[in-house]
């Protein structure tokens, strides 16, 4: 006959020697992931990357390490082999917007235009209410001139769906990178004219009137952001300024 309590009481034994294994397992690999950080944070990036890569070996699954090895061979103009740890960890994670991006940029840091490109036009395509990325790639591809792509992205998209508030403020944003100041005011004002749900709207308006400088204008754009969003306290900082500026605050 067969002992149950005995084969219960080894079960619970086997399963308790397994937890504190991978207790241990977690907690050195942990360990190895603060070193590699602390090296990178003093821009020690050989040893940084060795860690790094230690910690992937043993923890195969972790794309944030993936996304920091790769930052770490930019940082040391190790380009090709970053671009394969970027596009190993777009491939097992396409939805990691920062993967695409620092493909991107380590494509154009080689000269591979024609590579990079698509690699913008496919992150745009799948995440088009990012509002993240226009401004992400669009400080890189305007060191290259290139934010022609970015704003033809959102163009397309803001036609094929005119009625989202979403597009035209990703719309705004690349306008702004470009300092096309009008273009972007536009944009803003029919993002909030659709209702968009982000404050950013207007403060993003409000900087590009005061760029063009309508002052006012930006003024009472910022104070109707907070009757819409109370705590908002870029709009309320973005009003001292301004009225410092005019000295009326302070």
Sequence with gaps: MF???????????????TVIFLIGKTIAIASLFQKAIALYQQQDYPEAETVFRQVIHRQRSNDMVRLLLGNTL??????DEAVAVF??????????????????????EQ?????????????????????DIPFSVGLILSNINRLDTLIESYQTLSQQSPDKAILRLNLANSWMIQENWQAAIDEYQEAIRLNIKKPQAY????????QKGQLDEALSVWREAIVRYPNDQ????????????????G
């Design 3 to 17: 002992n149950l309590s005995w084969i219960a009481a080894t079960v619970v034994s086997v399963g308790l020697v």
């Design 111 to 131: 000269g591979k235009l024609d590579e990079a490109m698509p690699i913008v036009e496919e992150l745009i395509q799948r995440h088009p209410q990012n509002t």
């Design 74 to 79: 930019l940082a040391q103009n190790k380009w």
């Design 203 to 210: 403060w993003y308006l409000g900087d590009a009137l005061r």
């Design 87 to 108: 596009q190993d960890l777009i491939a097992r994670s396409p939805k990691t917007v920062d993967g695409y991006v620092k493909l991107a940029q380590a494509l154009i």
């Design 234 to 249: 870029e709009a309320q900082l973005r009003i001292r300024q301004a009225l410092k500026e005019q000295g009326k605050f």
